[in-house]
C-alpha cells in the first residue's frame, strides 16, 4: 500500500497561482502513476492531471490544459501540481491519488487517495 498526504491548498485569488503538493509513503514510489482528481462542492469527483512513474507521460483534463502543470521527484516520493492563472471553476477539494501501472484519466482506477486539500478562488 501507499499513504499519501497533500498540501499547498488555500485562499488564492483569481488569476492567481497555488502550487501543491503530494507526499507519498509506504510502498516503491516508482511502482505508481500518480494523478490529481478534485470535486466541487454538489460535483462528482473530476480528473485533472496525470503523470506517468517516470515522468515523461503527462495528461490533463481540457479545461487546465495549459495553466496546470504536474510534475513529480522521485527522489523525494512526491508529486506537485502548479495551478496557474486560477479561475472561479478550480475552486474544489484537490485529491492526490496513486495507481500501479500506466497513467490514466480515469478517476475510478485510481486505487489510493489523500485526504485532500481545499482550494479557494476567490473574485
Known amino acids: 500500500q501507499v499513504q499519501l498526504v497533500e498540501s499547498g491548498g488555500g485562499l488564492v485569488q483569481v488569476g492567481g497561482s497555488v502550487r501543491l503538493s503530494c507526499v507519498a509513503s509506504?510502498?516503491?514510489?516508482?511502482?505508481?502513476?500518480m494523478g490529481w482528481v478534485r470535486q466541487a462542492p454538489g460535483l462528482e469527483r473530476e480528473f485533472v492531471a496525470a503523470?506517468?512513474?517516470?515522468?515523461?507521460?503527462?495528461d490533463y483534463t481540457d479545461s487546465v490544459e495549459g495553466r496546470f502543470t504536474i510534475s513529480r521527484d522521485n527522489a523525494k516520493n512526491a508529486v506537485y501540481l502548479q495551478m496557474n492563472s486560477l479561475k472561479p471553476a478550480d475552486w474544489a477539494v484537490y485529491y492526490c491519488?496513486?495507481?500501479?501501472?500506466?497513467?490514466?484519466?480515469?478517476?475510478?482506477?485510481?486505487?489510493?487517495w489523500g485526504q485532500g486539500t481545499q482550494v479557494t478562488v476567490s473574485s
Open positions: 491519488a496513486a495507481r500501479p501501472g500506466p497513467a490514466t484519466t480515469t478517476t475510478g482506477e485510481y486505487g489510493y
Open positions: 503523470i506517468s512513474w517516470n515522468g515523461k507521460i503527462t
Open positions: 509506504g510502498r516503491t514510489f516508482t511502482m505508481y502513476a
